[in-house]
T-cell receptor, first 111, second 112 residues
Framework: NAGVTQTPKFQVLKTGQSMTLQCAQD?????MYWYRQDPGMGLRLIYY???????DKGEVPNGYNVSRLNKREFSLRLESAAPSQTSVYFC??????????FGPGTRLTVT | DAKTTQPNSMESNEEEPVHLPCNHS???????IHWYRQLPSQGPEYVIH???SNVNNRMASLAIAEDRKSSTLILHRATLRDAAVYYC?????????????FGKGTKLSVKP
């Protein structure tokens, strides 16, 4: 099992460009999450999806959209990237609330 | 969501036990106590969780105070690979679905 995979691993964008971060899990989990982590900080929840077909805002949703394409895949889209969105983005999935599995992260720089 | 307080950093010697403390004085009766760790340049990794009783697994032990206002993550024999940031997190099953609120955690350094 690959667990949670994320693509790309690294990305550099110019201000105003758009991109989609991809996340997939092969553990048949219902819930999936997107977090961001700024330098020296803990993770902050952007969006989550409790099950296929549903999405909800987390702590810092502004500037992002998400799509739960199917049970396996949960994508995060930046429509018009800003330097404040420079961060490391982590996707996670879980079946039990108590145990989330995280991907390796996408390191995004917006210039 | 209730908050947790952890020391910013701790040091340990290799092969010695490590006790990582966490205070959560405003914990509610339904809050679970979770511990995750994050190795350098990796995503967080689940370590252990508990509600009221002490818990053991292959990675660590979790000791929960009788009043549940504090807990301690115990690594029985620290290795160099245990150097990471350790997060103590509270989560209520009735709250936002699976929402884990990460603070800054405790950065554990392990000396050979």
């Amino acid at each position: 099992n690959a667990g949670v995979t994320q693509t790309p691993k690294f990305q550099v964008l110019k201000t105003g460009q758009s991109m989609t971060l991809q996340c997939a899990q092969d553990m048949n989990h219902n819930s999936m999450y997107w977090y961001r982590q700024d330098p020296g900080m803990g993770l902050r929840l952007i969006y989550y999806s409790a099950s296929e077909g549903t999405t909800d805002k987390g702590e810092v949703p502004n500037g992002y959209n998400v799509s739960r394409l199917n049970k396996r895949e949960f994508s995060l889209r930046l429509e018009s990237a800003a330097p404040s969105q420079t961060s490391v983005y982590f996707c996670a999935s879980s079946e039990m609330i108590q145990k989330q599995y995280f991907g390796p992260g996408t390191r995004l720089t917006v210039t | 969501d209730a908050k947790t307080t952890q020391p910013n950093s701790m040091e340990s010697n290799e092969e010695e036990p490590v006790h990582l403390p966490c205070n959560h004085s405003t914990i509610s009766g339904t809050d679970y106590i979770h511990w995750y760790r994050q190795l350098p340049s990796q995503g967080p990794e689940y370590v252990i969780h508990g509600l009221t009783s002490n818990v053991n697994n292959r990675m660590a032990s979790l000791a929960i105070a009788e009043d549940r206002k504090s807990s301690t993550l115990i690594l029985h024999r620290a290795t160099l690979r245990d150097a990471a940031v350790y997060y103590c997190i509270l989560s209520s099953p009735g709250g936002s679905q699976g929402n884990l609120i990460f603070g800054k955690g405790t950065k554990l350094s392990v000396k050979p």
